[in-house]
């Protein structure tokens, strides 16, 4: 099964400094129906204006993932981290027993982002925090794991993540297809961050979302340039 979920149908704030689209309940948007999928529990869609962004506060027990689509986003936290990830790369932050943290948008230009939340699979432990450039070219054509709960993917350079979940980029050409093999019992959430593509026979717009569940294999077909973004969780 492939549900679109369409841009236009996301939750939506306006904050002034931040344009957010929510893919499940956050904050102020409540739907009983978009709680999360599986042990995916939040997908934001975020646009952070120059020289703003969220100022410190606090979380625990989320795997809290950023997936930069252009400008760059610059990190601070209470562990005394401090980084900034540019466009098509990813920061990973575990909360575990307590953190804060700032997010910044320092540049120029509006800096566009997915924050993604997993919850793990034990609550607790130290909280930690990284980030790794994930160039675009070497996506090409195939999914890449970019975060993972999996020992063998992270030896592989996968960021680490403490959940039952992998979080995977590829990017394709217009024409292109890909498969990817879902093992039983498990589910994904895929939305392109650029392009029109096809999942299964469902057709996808730019920043559409795709819940996919009960089949073995999702096949992404690219009717132009894509670049995908695709959660697998338990």
Request: aromatic share 8%.
């Amino acid at each position: 099964m492939v549900e679109r979920r369409a841009f236009e149908s996301l939750g939506a704030a306006d904050h002034g400094w931040l344009k957010a689209r929510h893919h499940f309940s956050f904050a102020s948007y409540y739907d009983p129906d978009r709680m999360g999928w599986g042990s995916l529990r939040v997908w934001n869609d975020d646009e952070i204006a120059p020289n703003s962004g969220f100022p410190p506060h606090p979380h625990q027990n989320m795997e809290i993932i950023t997936y930069v689509r252009s400008g760059a986003i610059t990190h601070q936290d209470s562990m005394g981290n401090v980084g900034r990830t540019e466009a098509g790369d990813v920061q990973v932050m575990s909360a575990g027993t307590g953190v804060r943290h700032a997010e910044y948008n320092l540049e120029p230009e509006a800096t566009r982002i997915f924050q993604i939340w997993i919850e793990p699979t034990r609550a607790g432990g130290a909280p930690s925090w990284g980030a790794k450039p994930f160039p675009k070219g070497a996506r090409s054509g195939r999914f890449v794991t970019l975060a993972s709960g999996f020992a063998e993917e992270i030896e592989a350079g996968a960021l680490p993540i403490r959940a039952d979940a992998r979080v995977l980029g590829a990017t394709l050409k217009a024409g292109e297809s890909i498969d990817y093999p879902l093992a039983a019992g498990r589910r994904a959430y895929l939305v392109p961050a650029s392009g029109r593509v096809t999942v299964g026979n469902v057709d996808l717009a730019a920043r559409d979302g795709a819940a996919i569940s009960d089949i073995d294999s999702v096949r992404v077909t690219a009717h132009e340039d894509a670049e995908l973004v695709m959660v697998d969780v338990a």
